[in-house]
């Protein structure tokens, strides 16, 4: 699989994923991505350009897709729309570009006859109870919460069809909260480091006893090659690094490491819906594909994270304004 198509590629775990592959094989990628409020080409910088085609395009184009799925051996979709709090305000281009979109590339997966990977998220599981002693397995029952997550189950369920009905050769995994570099503003990790180099105070939904299983973009990047390269067609795979962390644990964290007193955050207006708890068993994927995340300790990735958006202003500032003034409009 010397020739791979990235959907999303200019996203953030799309990018990050981009930059793995560089790094760590000899394909050639050639990314597709509508540059949408949360792409940007400027985090795909410093990839040689013999290893990377960028093409601007929506991947609900039928014609554009049919094109580009010809010249390559593998698809990793990672293209959606993404974040809860945008589809709580605004559903459709979830349905557009989760559903729609992902339905288009499985028609030109048909008919190329291409390997394909469907990148999702443990959010199509639900939430858990706090004290539930299970976490979600590849056997839990859908029961998505909010436009997003049930647009994201719809693709994936859209995904096993088309390998049952089709036999697309196609494989899924599910993973849990990521955090690293190149992430919107608007997510609760970069929402807070950034408030805090602006002199703003983070803001926690609720009472913030909301738990949240982080893994590092890295790890989740590594996890997905080793699914394209051994999972086994038609199967999913949850991946996760054990990283269950309560978001006001999480607020303190970032404020020590940011040299500031662990209580200057504020109590915001809760999500509407607000899922309780995502937790991955990630048994699976390590026992049959001897994966393993590198990121083992959580404040030590953190503290990269923080130090990446102090040195990197010029790649947030832009969207900062306007992200903290859609929050401000409903209280948060
Ligand atoms: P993101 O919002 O940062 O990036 C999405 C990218 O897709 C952007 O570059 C955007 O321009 C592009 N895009 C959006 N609509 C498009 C369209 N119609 N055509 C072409 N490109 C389009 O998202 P992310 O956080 O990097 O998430 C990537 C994938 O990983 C998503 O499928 C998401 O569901 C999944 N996921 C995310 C997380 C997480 O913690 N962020 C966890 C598990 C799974
Ligand atoms: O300002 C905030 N304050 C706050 O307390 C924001 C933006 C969020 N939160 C809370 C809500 C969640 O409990 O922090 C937690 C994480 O919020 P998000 O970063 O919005 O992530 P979440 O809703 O958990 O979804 C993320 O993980 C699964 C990604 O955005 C999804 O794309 C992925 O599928």
Same mark, same amino acid.
């Given at each position: ?20 592959? #560089? ?100 959010? #199509? ?24 997550? &049930? ?7 859209? #995904? ?61 990047? &590594? ?22 962390? @309560? ?27 607000? @899922? ?6 990630? &048994? ?34 832009? &969207? ?13």
């Amino acid at each position: 699989m010397n020739r791979l198509l990235v959907t999303g590629g200019a996203g953030f775990i799309g990018s990050n994923f981009v930059h793995h592959v #560089v790094a760590h094989t000899d394909a050639h990628v050639t990314v597709l991505d509508a540059l949408t409020y949360a792409g940007h080409t400027a985090s795909l910088a410093g990839i040689p350009a013999d290893r990377l085609t960028f093409i601007e395009g929506n991947i609900a184009d039928a014609e554009l897709v049919d094109g580009l799925f010809s010249t390559v051996d593998a698809v990793v979709h990672f293209a959606a729309e993404s974040h809860n709090d945008n589809s709580l305000h605004d559903p459709r281009p979830f349905l557009d570009t989760n559903v729609v979109g992902t339905y288009t590339l499985l028609e030109a997966a048909r008919r190329h006859e291409r390997r394909f990977h469907h990148v999702s998220t443990d959010e #199509v599981y639900g939430d858990l109870e706090l004290d539930d002693p299970q976490r979600f397995t590849e056997t839990t029952p859908y029961n998505p919460s909010s436009p997003y997550s &049930s647009t994201k189950a719809a693709s994936d369920l859209l #995904v096993r069809a088309w390998v049952r009905s089709f036999a697309v050769q196609a494989t899924l995994s599910n993973c849990s909260n990521n955090y690293g570099p190149f992430q919107h503003v608007e997510k609760f990790i970069p929402r807070q480091i950034t408030n805090v180099l602006r002199g703003i105070r983070p803001k926690l939904y609720g009472a913030g006893a909301n738990v949240r299983d982080w893994i590092h973009a890295d790890d989740h990047s &590594s996890a997905v090659l080793a699914v394209l390269d051994r999972g086994v067609i038609g199967e999913t795979y949850l991946i996760g690094a054990d990283g269950e962390k @309560d978001n006001k644990t999480v607020v303190e964290t970032i404020l020590q490491l940011m040299g500031q007193p662990a209580d200057a955050y504020e109590h915001v207006t809760d999500r509407a819906g607000h @899922d309780l708890r995502y937790a991955i068993d990630a &048994s699976k994927i390590r026992a049959e594909l001897g994966w393993a995340p590198r990121f083992g300790d959580f404040d030590a990735g953190l503290a990269d994270t923080i130090a990446w958006y102090r040195d990197n202003e010029a790649w947030w500032a832009p &969207s900062k304004d306007a992200t903290e003034a859609f929050y401000a409009s409903k209280g948060q």
